[in-house]
C-alpha cells in the first residue's frame, strides 16, 4: 500500500494490540503511513479509534501487549510522550483540557521553545512568537484575545478546537494525529479548521484523521481510509469508501464481518 | 565589581570594624538556655533602657507560665527550650565558606535554578562579605533618601535607641507580650528586626525591604517588626529570604507588628524559602511565626501577601483587626509543601468597625508527603455594622500521599454581616500533564506551569520583581514532586 518508490515509512504500525483495565481494546493494528499522506481512520463509536491516537501519542493509561510501532525508523513505543512531541508527533484532542491562570500564550511559547530546545535551535523570540501566534490565530478565524485567556478555559467547543490546530500549526509536526477535531463544528469552522490542515500538508508531513463522520473529507481529501471496527482495521480503500461508509452506515460493515481487506 | 576579591576582603577588614559590628561580636557568649539573666545580658548588650528590658522581663515570667500550643495540625520532637541559644551575633567572616567552591554543590544548583547572579550567589551563600556590605551600604543611600521625607527605616535595636518614644508607644500594642507562647518567648529575647516608620500623609517612594538588611546583619531567628503608617500615608514592604539555609531543625519565632492609622494603607509581602529540611524530613526550621496589623483609624487599609515555599513546619496566621470604620483587611496566600513539609497557615480577620471589608485568598499546594491546613477565622463583632468578608480557599494535591485541610471558623454578632466563602480541592489531573507532555513539554516543567496558573490570583498580589522570584521558587521546590 502507498507508493513505496524505496522511501522509508514515517508510521510503521505492526499488530498493535492495547488494552486498558484488562480489556483489549485494539486487536492487531497494522498501518503504514508515509511522509506526505493523509490518512482516514474511521469507524463507530467504541471500535478503538481514540484508543489508537492516544496510544501514538504515548498515553500511560493504555497498554501495549503486542506489537510495534515504528516512527521514522525509532520504536515509538520506547518513547515518552515528550519525546514523541518533541520528535514532531502531535495530538490533536477530541477533548482539550483546561488549565486554569496558565494563559494560552505562554503554554504555547513554552512548548514551542520545548520542541526547538530539543532540536537544537534558540527560543523563540518572544516578540517574533506574538506576531506569529498573531498571523495564525487570525488564518484560523480565532479570536486574538483567545492568546491571553488561560488554556482552554470558557472557550467555546469550536474555540478549542480551532486553539488545536493553532497550536498543530505553530508546533509543525511531522505526523499530526486528529481525535475527531470535526466533532461539534459548524460547516464555517469545519472549512476553517480543514483549511488549517491543509495549509499543513506537504511532502515531509503526515496526517492520520480519526473522524465518525466522512464530512471532514469533503474538505481534507485522504489518501486512504482506514475502517475500524471492534479493535481491527476491517477495511481500507481510497476515498470511495468513505462515500460508501456515509451512504451504507457503519451497520453494513458488521454484515461484512470477517472480510478483512487486503488494502 | 571593580576590585577582586582580595582586595574586597581587605576592604572589609576595615570597614568592619567602621560599621561596630566587631565588640558584639568579639564577646558573644551567651550560653544555650533561658533564664532572666539570659534576658537581661540581651538587653544590656543592645544598651537598651530600662522599660524595655523590665518589658522583656515581664514577657519572660509570664513564657514560664504558658504551655506550647497543641491545637495546630503539625507534629514534631518536642522542642528543647534549654538547648536553644537566645542571642546569636553577627557571624563573622571566618565562620562562612570562602569562595562558591565551597558552597554545597546543590545550594549552588538551587541558585542557578533560581537565576541568582553569581555576585547574588556569593552574597546569600555568605561568601562575599563585601557584598554584603555592600549591601548595607546601598541600604545606607536608600536610608538618606527616605530620611528626607521623614521615613525611618533602621534596624529595630537602633530605632530603640534613636526613636525611642515611637517603639515604646506602639511596641506590643498589636501583639501584646502576652499574646501566644511563641510571641511571649520572641518578646523576651528578640534579637533584632526591623523598625519603619511613615510620617503623617507619606507615600514611601520605594519598596522597603529587610532582604538586604537581614543578610548583613544576620540577625537570629527571634527577629521583630514594627511598621507605624501614620494617617494618609503609604508603605510597601517586602519581606524574604529567598537562599535556602544550610540549617539543622531551628526555631524561627518572628514577630510583626503593623499599625496602619487613619487611610494609611500598608502592604506588607513575604517570600519565605527557609531551609525545608531534606527528602525525609531531616532538619529545616521551625517557622512559627505571629504577625498581625491593626487598622487603628478610618479608612486603613493593610494588605498581607505571602508565599510559603520553605521551613519545616510553618505556622502562621498574619492577621488584621479592623477596628477603622471602613478599613479593609486582605490576606493572600500561597503555602507549598513537599517532602515531609507541614505547613499550618491561615488568617484572622477581626471585624470592629462599622463596614469594615476582609478578603481572604488561599492557594495551598501539597505534594510528596507534604500536609497542608488552611486555618482561618473571621469574626464579626456586634458592633461591625454592615461587616463583609469574601473567603476563598483552594487547595492542589500533587500525588497520593499528600494531605489537605481546611479549617474555616466564623463568628458573626452581627446580623448585617456579609459572609461568602469558597472552597475547592483538585488533583493535577493525569489529563492536565499528558496534554503539556504531548505538546513537548516534561512533567516537572507541566507540574511548575499548573501549579504556577492556580497561584495566580496570590501571585498577581506581589510586587512585580517578588512575584517573578516566587514563580521561580515554586518550580525549585516541587523538584521531584511527581515522577
Redesign the interface.
Known sequence: MGATDGRQPLLEIIGLRVSVEGAEILRGIDLTVYPGEVHAIMGPNGSGKSTLAHVLAGREAFTVTGGSVRYAGRDLLAMSPEERACEGVFLAFQYPVEIPGVANKYFLRTAINAVRKHRGLAEIDVMDFLRLAREKAKQLDLDQALLDRAINEGFSGGEKKRNEILQMTLLEPRLAVLDETDSGLDIDALRIVAGGVNALRGPERAIVLVTHYQRLLDYIVPDQVHVLSDGRIVRSGDRALALELEERGYGWLDAAAGVRASG | MASGPNAAFEDLATREYKYGFSTDVEVDAVPPGLDEDVVATISAKKHEPEWLRDWRLRAYRHWRKMTEPTWQNVSYAPIDYDGIVYYSAPRKRGDGPKSLDEVDPEVRRTFEKLGISLEEQKRLSGVAVDAVFDSVSVATTFKDKLAERGIIFCAFSEAVQTHPDLVRKYLGSVVPYTDNFFATLNSAVFSDGSFCYIPPGVRCPMELSTYFRINAANTGQFERTLIIAEPGSYVSYLEGCTAPMRDENQLHAAVVELVALEGAEIKYSTVQNWYPGDKDGKGGIYNFVTKRGKCAGRRAKISWTQVETGSAITWKYPSVILQGDDSVGEFYSVALTNNRQQADTGTKMIHIGRNTRSTILSKGISAGHGQNTYRGLVKIQKSARGARNYTQCDSLLIGDKCGAHTFPYIEVKNSTARMEHEASTSKI????L??????????E?AVT??V??????VFRELPMEFAVEAQKLLGVSLEGAVG
Not at chain 2, 499528558?434 to 512533567?443: D, E, L, M, P, V
Open positions: 489531573g493525569e489529563d492536565q499528558f496534554y503539556c507532555r504531548q505538546r513537548g513539554i516534561s512533567t516543567d506551569m499548573i504556577n496558573g492556580f497561584c495566580k490570583q
